[in-house]
């Protein structure tokens, strides 16, 4: 019996998007899910848009007119959230790809949640915290499209400090021999962060990201499975990692054992 597929519609916020980075979002989309609708909002009568005409027709997205009526105001924002909640109740769909990097989305990403659909998000590095968090998942537009060398961040903004993030992972999801697999690293990193990304650090795979980092140690065990472990104290330079599971638990005995023996 064939699996279900994911139905996703894809609502583009064309006045704070650039079309240069359509092909990659729609690219990476499609690991999600196959998109039943694809709609890009804007004043079209405006000639900020009209390097979007090609990518409209390349990609089959249907524009949807809306005039700015006042100065200053965001109507696209509008409309944009009145298509959403008008397919959301449609029950069609499975999925909402929201792009844009304006926090006035934020409660649309949320309302949508609840109804226990997913949101994915795509925005530039400078979009709005609050936007980043009420998504599912979070992916910087600056990423797409192999416009990063490995290595590079792609962005001066400041990114979580890789180091703590990746060790809570590892203390999260080891087990008593302080070993964990990649697979469950990775999904602990998604729950943890709706915009992590080893793409943001300037490697396309976790694998990869692990590898370089000097407190890391990891270990391919075949089969497609990867192991990793924070690095021991020995071989560590700087802050030196924490005892295994096993071990914290042998000196919590030995320190009772010393104990009871005072007391006798």
Partial sequence: MTAPTTRLAV???????????????????????VTTVKRAYGDWTTTQLTGWKTELNQHAIAPVQQFSYTTGKNSTDSALIID???????????????????????????RIRESGKTVYGLGLRKTPTSLVAACDRFIYLEVLGGGVSEGESASA????????????AVNSTSGDDGWAHLGAIGTYLSSASASFDPRNYGFPKLVALAEAQ??????????????????????RSG??????????KKTTTRRRSRSTQSNG
């Fill in 11 to 33: 609502l583009i916020d064309a006045d704070n998007t650039s079309p240069k980075h359509v092909s990659g979002l729609l690219e990476e989309l499609a690991q999600y899910g």
């Fill in 84 to 110: 959403a909640m008008d397919l959301l109740y449609s029950g069609n769909l499975d999925a909402f790809a929201i792009v844009s990097s304006d926090s006035d989305f934020t409660r649309l990403a949320t």
């Fill in 214 to 235: 000097p407190f890391l140690e990891v270990e391919n065990i075949g089969g497609g499975t990867t192991k990793v472990r924070l690095v021991p104290s020995k071989g």
């Fill in 239 to 248: 802050n030196a990692a924490p005892a295994t599971k096993t071990a914290a």
């Fill in 157 to 168: 903004e400041p990114l979580p400090d890789l180091q703590k993030l990746l060790t809570r």
